[in-house]
């Protein structure tokens, strides 16, 4: 082992060796300084604590970062681990420094927490921390690399496959995300190892054993591929290995083959002196050998949102051998193993550190603001893990998607509010459905309304960490809405009954009572059904002593249609209020406009409307505090979708006819199922957009006046079903 005046020694040759300006004195003090307050400690495997932070400098200097970046690396476990405070560290080396060591130990202490809520904090806190300062992220890397690499020396299992799978599922992919190849490959493996080690040592094991079998093959291939490369005048610089344990056993998952099946486990990197030179070799290499179909990519034309660049492509090359060959400047290699930290010395003196001038790390800044902590962290993941398209806009910029995007999450991706507007979309000139997926090279041109706002049926269907995210916070911001406007008016109406006025500053009082922030925030809980109206009224007037009779009162007679109870003046309108959210139309009965309805509370989910003659409603006769009476707004003008039940002679065209006088009658189907067919009859349940009742009536009429329907009947009723003769 080296000596402590070694080890500090080195360190400072590393650094110095790309930076000529870095201040010595300062390095060697922090060396010491964080020695002497790990003096005590050791780690796990025995060895005194000291080495790790010695060991994540030493990984930062390898990426050639600066010289705050290196004292942070070595006094980044400081704070958290000995009696070294921030103001120390401040007072000692500076604010800069103070800042990056405080970010890093922010997040230590909050990996401490094994709780999936904790991680998922944990992950938002280190977004914070790397939009902040960039350089964060990279201290953090190089601390979870240094600390995979020693994984094996924790005892316990749990533990470790915990790290690991944290590891792969948070710091794989932002290793990726800047770019940093190197620092990615190996916590992949380190993780792989540690999660599958059957299967890791399994690779491990035959990649030695096909070694062996041919100890020179990789080296005859790189031989082979520069003879020809030099013979056409090129200057390249060829490298090959075995692909890594995890990306064969990735492979092998994906295609669902076994590792003998496997036939290009060999990759070769071309390095050549500029960008010609990279399609001068690819066209070189295809006309020495077979191309392997569907394996070609050019990340240089459309480069990767990390800014990776390089020509992918297969080849049946020298000996036979399938290999995948990627080609590339040495300035793309320097951005593909080290990323952001390539251009580390362009940046430097005045360089801007704020990680916010990364678009994916404004991206994830934004799902940040819209998510909960456990959405955030399933967006995020959404987000960079997938597999990449290359979409268009009308003006020919490239926009980079996930495999499976819809034309939603490519507005999104262009602009939040785009997302927000947007209407429909054209696919290389045609109209399509939102929901359609995206492919490789499409044009997408969004068309958008002022008047348009997100549906929550989105959710179902777009992929983008970001589209869900924006169209989560749209669902809540509008329930919320809704739900104090819903809760404000039951409130007034119950006031107004008897004989108070409803102020905002008279519940004041009340919010410590219910729990409760905000006015706002009482009128959304009454309005969500977490409490009533009658607990609020008795609350601020204990002396009225509200009877639950009250609630008995407004509940309609609903055993025949003569009984139904028309709206009174207390009835709460229906207007503006948007389906799914604060109110939801029941299933069981389907109301239309111009029904005669009534509100059953539920708790936590608002109010569902039924038709006064469901039949479901007999299940809440007992339960008067969940009635609610209601009406129709007149200005109501959305259409709804009603349910019919129909019988049909089996005759030929039978369904045609039904389909043709549904139409005929302006009702539009949404939905058609046959659920029950005899030698003489088919019985239909039917759902039709229609304006209202009365437009029912005319499609019910319009039915009934064709020979071929034997009777029609609306879903949910307790009265004698609208029938038509046996004609």
């Known amino acids: 082992m080296l000596q402590e005046k070694d080890l500090a020694e080195e360190l400072i040759a590393r650094v110095r060796a790309y930076d000529p ?64 405070t ?49 350089r964060v992220l ?31 599922d948070i710091y794989v992919p932002l290793a990726e995300r800047i770019g940093i190849q190197s620092v990615k490959d190996e916590l992949q493996d ?30 005859d291939i790189v031989g082979e591929l520069t003879n020809i490369l030099a013979k056409q005048g090129l200057d390249a610089v060829i490298t090959g290995r075995e692909k890594s344990p995890y990306s064969i056993w990735r492979k092998m998952q994906r295609a669902n083959v076994t590792f003998e099946q496997l036939s290009d486990i060999m990759a070769f990197r071309v390095l050549v002196p500029d960008l010609a030179g990279c399609y001068q070799a690819l066209g070189i290499l295809h006309n020495a050998y077979s191309l392997i179909p569907g394996r070609f990519k050019d990340y240089i034309s459309t480069p990767k949102s990390n800014d990776y660049r390089s020509l992918h492509t297969g080849l049946i090359g020298p000996f036979q051998q399938r290999i995948e060959v990627q080609i590339r400047t040495q300035e793309m290699h320097e951005i593909a193993e080290k990323g952001v930290a390539a251009h580390w010395h362009y940046k430097q003196g005045g360089a801007q550190t704020d990680g916010r001038q990364y678009r994916w790390l404004r991206e994830l800044l934004e799902i940040l603001e819209a998510s909960t902590p456990e959405e955030f962290l399933e967006h995020t993941r959404l987000e960079m893990f997938q597999e990449q398209v290359f979409c268009f806009t009308p003006k020919g910029d490239i ?61 179902e269907f777009v992929v983008t960490g970001r589209a869900k995210a924006c169209v989560r916070r749209f669902i809540r911001m509008q329930q919320r809405s809704q739900y104090a406007e819903l809760g404000k008016t039951m409130l007034t109406k119950m006031f107004r009954a008897h004989s108070q006025t409803l102020t905002d500053k008279a519940l004041e009082p009340l919010l410590p009572k219910f729990k409760r922030p905000t006015v706002e925030d009482l009128y959304a809980a009454v309005g969500e059904g977490l409490m009533t109206t009658r607990e609020v009224l008795n609350a601020l007037y204990p002396d009225l002593a509200v009877e639950k009779q009250q609630a008995v009162d407004a509940i309609p007679e609903i055993k025949t249609r003569a009984k139904l109870r028309k709206p009174s003046r207390y009835a709460i309108p229906i207007r503006g209020l948007i389906p799914g959210m604060a109110i939801n139309f029941a299933k069981c009965c389907h109301p239309l406009k111009g029904d005669l309805i009534v509100g059953i509370i539920t708790t936590g989910k608002g109010v569902t409307i039924h038709t006064q003659e469901c039949e479901n409603l007999i299940n809440f006769q007992n339960q008067p505090e969940r009635w609610l009476e209601v009406a129709w707004e007149d200005e109501t003008t959305e259409s709804n979708v009603g349910r019919l039940s129909v019988m049909i002679n089996n005759v030929m065209g039978g369904m045609g006819h039904v ?56 879903y949910g009723s307790l009265n004698e079903p609208v029938r038509a003769a046996v004609h």
């Open 21 to 84: 300006l870095v201040e010595e004195g300062v390095l060697s003090r922090a060396f010491v300084y964080a020695k002497t307050a790990h003096a005590t400690q050791q780690r796990a495997n025995g060895e005194p604590y000291f080495l790790h932070p010695v060991a994540v400098a030493n990984i930062l200097a390898g990426l050639r970062l600066d010289s705050a970046s290196i004292i942070t690396a070595l006094l980044h476990d400081t704070v958290e681990d000995t009696a070294v």
């Open 190 to 219: 380190l993780a792989f190892a540690a999660l599958y080690p059957d299967a890791y040592q399994s690779i491990v094991n035959r990649l030695q054993y096909l070694k062996a079998q041919n100890p020179n093959l990789v080296s």
């Open 659 to 714: 389909c043709t006088m549904i139409a005929k009658a302006g009702g539009n189907i949404a939905n058609l199922k046959i659920t029950n067919r005899t030698q003489d009859f088919f019985e239909l349940m039917v759902d039709i957009e229609v304006r209202d009742a009365q437009h029912m009536l005319d499609v019910i009429a319009a039915l009934r006046s064709h020979p071929v329907v034997v009777s029609v009947e609306r």
């Open 138 to 168: 990279l201290v953090k890397l190089a601390d979870r690399l240094h600390n995979m690499r020693t994984l094996h020396y924790i005892e316990d299992p749990a533990k470790r496959r915990r790290i690991a799978r944290e590891t792969m």
């Open 86 to 134: 921030l103001e120390d560290i401040e007072k000692q080396f500076g604010k800069e420094i103070s800042k990056l060591v405080d970010g890093v130990t922010k997040l230590t202490r909050l990996e401490l927490q094994s709780e999936r809520s904790k991680q998922s904090e944990n992950f938002r806190k280190l977004v914070l921390a790397m939009s902040e300062d960039i």
């Open 399 to 459: 926009i980079p998607m996930p495999k499976g995007s819809t034309p939603v999450d490519f507005a999104y991706n262009i602009h939040s509010d785009i997302g927000d507007r947007c209407t429909g979309a054209r696919v290389n000139g045609r109209l399509v459905q939102l929901r359609t997926v995206l492919n490789n090279g499409d044009q997408v041109e969004i068309i958008t309304s002022r008047s348009s706002t997100p549906s929550p049926s989105w959710e």
